[in-house]
């Protein structure tokens, strides 16, 4: 596995054999993405009155907004889905916690839950308890203003045919509050970043499965959420396409988003998360940072945890009891 | 794409909402126009559609109205009379059909128009022919065989003088198709004699008295023309005519074919559902085939606002549809003329208007069914498998209103679909009634609503964004849990349940017989029944069903008393203040419709409804308080303050759920009697509001039952007795207005009732276990 540190430290965007640096593209982007923490709590409204986004009657206390250590609190989520013939418990009592500039990574089997956690946080499915709190502001209280913090890319999400890539970044800019001068430069920074110039004005039905890729992200960073939600922002795409993803996580975390990941490429995640949750059949049976996972299960690197995990039924025992079950555990 | 954005200014929240519907519309219908697919049901299909139908419209359904040529072998069955002998008719018609052989030949040999441009010149030697040049005396060549057939092709028989019928009589009964009566006395020197046709309302006796007419024109252009070519004669045709059309005539004259006024508007609202069919798919499971609707449902913006944006798209590009469909078939029947072979004149710009206005109703109405149906679907294809029914369903009605026995009342003024084509009928027709008309668009409208709201549901559900096992009937599938009122969609569906129910009640009573005092006892019993029925055993079935509390869902607990105070003194004053308001509503209408018609109406409904109460005033009093005053006030209490009001108020703010309570039950009103009023709508639903504030404030239906009961019972009773009351000198008679100090001694106990109702305090018991049960929900109802 290749561990590029250069890339860490000095983001670059590879695509097509094209490398560009960053830093070097448009200098001055600093005003265009403030400080997360105060775009979270003081989002600025399309008619330029500041107004606090949260809900009235419940205000964050000021102890929060400053003292907040978590950009991401999901507290106790569980969902179960009935079918004609049973019960599937899809989300079970799932909690984690995000700060600002961390990657959280979270892994697991197909259908152990995580797109469930997802779309229950954006407020897509309603969770039958629990709750989901992004800069304080809870997910039962102010969905809407919740959602605005949120910028989602997943695997399933698409681009409209008939319009063309600006026309959808511009469309999504209103639709988030943004105001008219602004989603211009936006987009216009942007397609710089993510080097979506050369088709940003193309119809979407033209593009390549990279290139939606690419302006979905850019889709999801037009408000500039200091929360980004990726669920498998690199599915079908070839090993350029994913490096480019990645490249551009890893340049979200530098610049103090707090981002959740679900990949299944476990070696770029490796890399990439800060810390990693890990669930299976809808329980989070393992977290931690990478080198705390490695003390707890004995193994190397995820792949391996992967393949105890999925080999082994979880016990009925709260999951944080049971951290260490996968010592020995090959049967 | 900037110049459509708003100026920018301190706008608020509701403002925001609106720009962001807007937004999500001109999102919606950009991506809509800009694919191919609409391009060609929009525009292409209106361009190719009306002109093929046209086409066909003339070749094949109107071939019966256009006349035959002379070689079609149609046999007409005719006969013939006169004064005079069989022989002398024979002759005179005899010679008239040699004259038209004569013609035949000469317009064979020499060319029809050269006759005419010879008119002035000098005399040709052809022309002076003497075989045709005297009409008066043509030779005969003493034909005594009596082949003779004039018009040879058809069958001619002749009428005596002694035949038991009179040529007039064989045409009425439909024995012969035309006859012909010729009338040869007083003749000029000139005329063969007079001719009168006698023919039917029915296309071939029409086409009969046409063909004779044709030779009899042909015949007096000839003897005209020849007359002032060759000498200087007196002009004036030959043969005189005379038409007679025998029987009633149907309502438009000369089409009797097919009623264009029916099938033009069922053409219309058939090509603005494939205009609204395809945007309905894609934007809904289109965009969820594309995945693009995750993510739009991940933005900050409320579902309703998406789906309601989704619906206004449909409804833009159907109303398009609409537009060029009007355009592209007035232009086409202008073209073709189609108008004028129907009879009936050219449609005017204002039917045109009227129709579109009808075709934007109904594509609202069609547009949320769409919408409906297409939430459901995770596909496109899957889309199109659940429309197909639709679409066929939608044809039956269709079909049904192209009946012309088919009018726009009872029931069919409120059956979806039906209604609307009726009533464009009606308005291409010109004979539109105002209310029908008035049901049917507020029908339609409800239903349009009811269905938005079902879409919003499906639209919004978890199971429909992402789960692939929910299937149409789950919505109406039973809660795990009890609840303590009725689920919204279910309080929905109930409401759209009702009123087809609530029309078919008021058919079956209004076909009772009701001569006797016994039958009109049953009748009023049978009301109770039915009000019974409808309004508390379908509500409480469905609330079991949905397993409601019966108490917490219908608001069965015991009010404070000062609630029951306020409604005994509402009970009582109510009444003047409403019969004061229908008495306002009579001005208002004078001062629309004029003072005649107001007189006229007034008249009328004191026409209709007087038998009514006398037969009312010879029913015991027991069967008028059970069927007028405690059924209707205990049921209908059951259903709009029970559940609707209560389910309602768990959504919406409270004075929202006040008002469309009301307003509902207005609109019920205005159709629970037989005859639809109108004037019952405004009164009633203030007493509405009355008894929705009422029922809000004492978390009960009981004190709005005794103010509804009391009220009714008032109103009833005064009628009941009013002989006797009028007998006392101070109760004003029928015609009188109500006394000035009655409608105030009422209005002062009215607010000081409502005052009462203000003060009173709402249990607080009850709205603190609304909002926990809000949280429990959403917490801790899957836990266990």
Partial sequence: MIVLSTFLRRPLIVDCGVVRDLSKCKPDRSTLLPDPLELGFDFKRRNGTRKALVDKKHPPSNRDLTDHQFMIRIHQLCKTFETALRKIKAVDHVSFEVKPSEVYGLLGPNGAGKTTVIRMILGLLRPDSGYAEIGGINSREAPDDLKRMVGFVSASAGVYQWLSGREMLSFFGDIYGLEETNITNRIDELAGILDLEDFIDQGCATLSTGQKQRLSLARALIHDPPVMMLDEPTLGLDVVGSQVIFNYIDLLKQRGKAIILCTHRLEQAQRVCSRFGLLHQGRKVLEGTLEELRTQTGRADLVEMFVDLIGVEPSQNKPQKQLGMTTGSNS | ?784
């Fill in chain 2, 1 to 784: 794409m900037s110049d459509e954005l708003p100026v920018k200014s301190p706008a608020t929240l509701p403002r925001r909402g609106a720009f962001k519907i807007g937004r999500l519309v001109l999102k919606e219908l950009r991506e809509t126009l800009r694919d191919r697919r609409t391009i060609v049901t929009l525009i292409l299909m209106p361009l190719l559609v009306y002109p093929a139908l046209s086409l066909v419209f003339k070749s094949f359904l109107l071939s019966g109205t256009i006349p035959v040529p002379s070689d079609k072998p149609i046999e007409f069955q005719l006969v013939y009379a006169g004064n005079g002998t069989e022989g002398q008719v024979q002759e005179a018609l005899f010679r008239f059909n040699q004259i038209i052989e004569v013609i035949e030949a000469e317009g064979v040999r020499n060319g029809k128009s050269e006759a005419g441009t010879r008119s002035n010149g000098p005399v040709d030697p052809n022309e002076t022919d003497p075989e045709k040049n005297d009409l008066g005396e043509p030779e005969i060549e003493g034909n005594a065989s009596f082949e003779f057939l004039p018009f040879k092709e058809h069958e001619w028989r002749f009428v005596d003088d002694s035949a038991e019928f009179t040529p007039a009589q064989f045409v009425e009964a439909g024995a012969v198709d035309a006859a012909v009566y010729f009338d040869l006395e007083g003749r000029q020197p000139w005329e063969l004699g007079k001719l009168k046709i006698f023919t039917r309302d029915d296309p071939v006796s029409q086409l009969a008295a046409k063909y004779i007419e044709s030779k009899i024109n042909l015949v007096n252009e000839f003897d005209i023309e020849q007359r002032l070519r060759s000498r200087n004669l007196p002009t004036g045709p030959v043969i005189g005519l005379l038409q007679e059309t025998l029987g009633q005539p149907t309502e438009d004259e000369g089409s009797g074919t097919f009623p264009l006024a029916s099938i033009v508007p069922l053409i219309l609202i058939l090509m603005t559902i494939t205009g609204a069919v395809y945007p309905a798919i894609d934007l809904t499971a289109g965009e969820r085939e594309r995945g693009t609707l995750e993510t739009l449902m991940a933005a900050p913006i409320p579902r309703f606002g998406i789906l309601f944006s989704k619906f206004l798209a449909v409804l833009t590009v159907a109303t398009f549809t609409a537009v060029l469909n009007i355009v592209g078939m007035f232009a086409t029947i202008w073209a073709f003329q189609l108008d004028k072979q129907f009879g009936g004149g050219l449609f005017g710009i204002d039917v045109m208007l009227k129709m579109l206005l009808l075709l934007i109703l109904f594509a609202a109405f069609f547009s949320a069914i769409l919408l409906v149906v297409t939430s459901f679907a995770k596909s496109f294809k899957e889309a199109q498998v659940y429309l197909i029914p639709v679409i066929l369903l939608s044809l039956g009605p269709g079909l049904i209103s192209l009946a012309p026995a088919m009018t726009l009342s009872g029931p069919y003024a409120v059956c979806p679909m039906i209604n609307i084509l009726l009533l464009a009928r009606d308005v291409i027709n010109g004979s539109v009634e105002l209310v029908p008309a008035f049901v049917a668009v507020v029908s339609t409208i409800v239903y349009s609503l009811a269905a938005i709201g079902l879409a919003a549901r499906i639209f919004g559900s978890d199971a429909m964004l992402f789960a692939d096992n929910r299937s149409l009937l789950e919505v109406l599938q039973r809660p795990r849990k009890s609840t303590k009122t009725v689920p919204f969609d279910a309080a929905m569906l109930c409401l759209v349940l009702l009123l087809p129910m609530n029309f078919l009640a008021i058919g079956f009573l209004s076909r009772m017989p009701s001569d006797t005092v016994g039958q009109v006892q049953l009748r009023f019993l049978m009301m109770g029944f039915f009000l019974f029925l409808t309004f508390l055993v379908v509500p409480t079935l469905i609330a079991r069903h949905q397993r409601t509390e019966t108490g917490s869902g219908f608001g069965l607990n015991f009010p404070r008393a000062i609630f029951l105070v306020a409604a005994v003194m509402l009970g009582v004053s109510l009444w003047p203040i409403v019969m004061s308001l229908t008495e306002l509503w009579q001005h208002v209408y004078g001062w629309v419709a004029g003072a005649e018609a107001q007189a006229e109406w007034k008249e009328r409904l004191i026409e209709t409804t007087k038998p009514q109460v006398e037969m009312v005033r010879r029913v015991p009093w027991w069967i008028i308080a059970i069927s007028f005053s405690i059924i209707p006030a205990l049921c209908e209490e059951w259903f709009f303050r029970g559940m609707l009001l209560r389910t309602l108020l768990k959504s919406v703010k409270p004075w929202r759920a006040i008002l469309l309570t009301a307003v509902l039950f207005g609109a019920f009103h205005m159709i629970s009697n037989s005859v639809i009023a109108i004037d019952r709508l405004i009164p009633t639903t203030l007493v509405g509001l009355v008894l929705g504030y009422l029922a809000y404030k004492s978390d009960s239906i009981w004190p709005g039952v005794i103010l509804h009961a009391l009220h009714n019972a008032f109103v009833i009773f005064l009628a009941y007795f009013q002989e006797t009351l009028m007998q006392q000198s101070w109760f004003p008679g029928e015609e009188e207005p109500i006394p000035t100090s009655w409608v105030a001694i009422g209005f002062t106990l009215a607010i000081v009732a409502v005052l009462l109702v203000f003060v009173g305090k709402r249990p607080m018991v009850d709205a603190v276990e609304d909002e926990s049960e809000i949280l429990e929900s959403e917490t801790a109802t899957a836990i266990d």
